[in-house]
């Protein structure tokens, strides 16, 4: 074996079990590649930003301590997806009940721009909507869309069976529609 103790990244000899299963410069092109998505990702279900980089933090050691080789980046990728998934989730069950922030006013900064201001009104629209959504239906609409992931990468991401994801999104689209004002906010008339 020619990497030395030093090329790899590792605990303690005292606690073996916590021997962490990449080299440190694999660690950082994966880093690099992942954790921007993986934040916003985190953020978007916690709306926290300490609590999304906490998480964050967590999701890379476990997968550290986690043997087990992967495919390529995909699967990588999945499994940093479904280890921060299922932090959130143990995370909200110490938690509850949640709270959810609303941003300030929609266009409140913004009163000499009306085209912006009906963009913002929609996209508080859109996020007000999605926060009254369940974890799950959040998590399946910001995978799909915000991140662009297939239906493969979501199944394999929340421990779905991948023929499910396209009913599940499915259902989840409708329920976010449901929540969505009639008429946009343009205009003023609802």
């Known amino acids: 074996m020619t990497d030395s103790r030093a090329d790899v990244l590792a605990l303690p000899a005292s606690t073996s079990d916590d021997t962490f299963v ?4 694999e660690f950082r092109l994966l880093y690099d590649r992942t954790s ?4 916003v990702y985190l953020y978007r279900l916690t709306r926290d930003a300490h609590a999304s980089d906490d998480l964050l933090q967590e999701t ?3 997968f550290l301590r986690t043997p087990g080789t992967y495919e390529g980046q995909a699967h990588e990728r999945n499994a940093l997806y479904r280890i921060a998934t299922n932090l959130v989730r143990d995370s909200r069950r110490r938690l509850r009940p949640v709270t959810v922030s ?3 006013p929609a266009g409140a900064s913004l009163a000499g721009a009306p085209d912006a201001v ?19 239906d959040q998590q399946l609409l910001w995978l799909a869309y915000a991140e662009g992931s297939s239906h493969e990468e979501i199944a394999a991401s929340l421990g779905l069976r991948a023929g499910s994801v396209k009913t599940l999104l499915f259902r989840a689209r409708q329920r976010l ?3 969505l004002p009639r008429t946009p906010s343009r205009g003023g008339a609802r």
Request: no cysteine.
């Open 118 to 136: 009906h963009a913002t009104g929609d996209r508080t629209d859109v996020r007000r909507a999605l926060s009254q959504l369940r974890d799950r």
């Open 22 to 25: 990449l080299r440190e410069d």
């Open 36 to 39: 921007r998505a993986l934040w």
């Open 60 to 62: 890379y050691y476990r």
């Open 102 to 104: 609303i941003d300030e």
């Open 177 to 179: 529609a449901a929540l």
